[in-house]
Each structure stands twice: as C-alpha cells, then as structure tokens.
C-alpha cells in the first residue's frame, strides 16, 4: 500500500480525531514550522473561524503541527472531511524531523475564504488545544492558542457530539 504524508495543524492534531477520519494513520512526530503562524479566521460553512496558516510571517514566528503517515486510500476521506475545494486546497510543503526531509500535504485557506474577524466555536478551539497539549506542544505556543476567543456554537447537537468526541479525546 502506498503511503502518504499529512502534516495536521489544527483540529487534527489529536490521533483519536485523525485516526476516526483515516483509520491508517501513524504519528510520525512534531514538526516545528518557522514563520508560519495559527490563526482561526477561516470561513467554514458553520460561520465559525477554522484553523489556518499564515506563511512567511518572519523569523520571529512559529507554528506547530504533527506529521502524520497514511494509506493512499484513505485520503478522499480526509479531502472531503477537511473541505478541500471548499475553502481549503491541499498544498505540498517541505519540513525535516529527525534527520529525515518530508513532503507532507496541508490544507491552506483559499484568500477567497479568509475573514480575520472570525473566531472558532468553544468545542473547536477545545480541539485543537487538546492536540496541541497531547503533543507537547511549548507551553507558549499552547497559551496563544488558549488566549483566542471562542464563542458558543448554536447548533446544540454538533456541540453534544463534539463534547463527546472531547471526552474520549481526553481520557486516551
């Protein structure tokens, strides 16, 4: 089976998340990510701000991801899951971790999508933060995260059943 590389930087971060939309998924490891910065301003069909990266931000800034190793197969999945060509399009990026040079996909805002007044729903952001802790990500980098608004998402079934994807989340 082919496989393939997915670097997550948002609400995929957490294997438990990533592995229930591609089952073959494999952490390979953390991937710092000079002058890139997170950001929750783009536009989902929910009205909330989802995860994206702002390239080419400088020396001075960092962001964080996880590279993950998957079946070829599983991939169509993660695309529709995602959205791409709905405000995301994959892009192939070049990182090194543990000596080795990866090219992993991401999904990276369409301009077209981008609305830097847009903040995430409490669950989303809970997403990504969880991730980010599950990794180990710098507790600097993690207080940035935590420091973003978030706003109660109305739709009352979809934040039930990402509280309970949270719960699983939390206890593996």
């Known amino acids: ?13 957490h294997p438990a998340r990533l592995v229930a939309r591609v089952p073959s998924a494999r ?7 000079p002058g890139f910065v997170l ?7 929910d009205s909330s701000g989802k995860c994206l990266l702002y390239s080419e931000q400088g020396a001075s800034h960092k962001a964080f991801g996880v590279l993950y190793e998957f079946d070829a197969h599983d991939k169509a999945n993660l695309d529709a899951v ?17 000596g080795q040079t990866y090219t992993p996909y991401i999904y990276i805002a ?11 729903y409490h669950w989303y952001k ?10 180990g990500f710098p507790p600097e ?15 009352a ?3 039930q059943e990402n509280e309970k994807l949270l719960a699983k989340m939390t206890m593996s």
Request: glycine share 8%.
């Open 1 to 13: 089976m082919t496989k393939i590389y997915y670097l997550a930087y948002g609400s995929n971060l």
């Open 27 to 33: 952490v390979v490891g953390v991937v710092e990510m």
């Open 39 to 45: 950001a929750f301003h783009k536009r989902s069909v």
């Open 82 to 98: 995602e959205g791409k060509g709905k405000g995301y399009i994959e892009k192939l990026v070049q990182f090194h971790l543990n």
């Open 110 to 120: 369409e301009s077209t999508h981008i609305d830097g007044t847009l903040i995430p």
């Open 126 to 135: 809970s997403l990504v933060l969880i991730g980010a802790r599950y990794h």
């Open 141 to 155: 980098y993690v207080a940035t995260i935590e420091a973003t608004p978030s706003k109660r998402d109305p739709d």
């Open 157 to 159: 079934i979809r934040t």
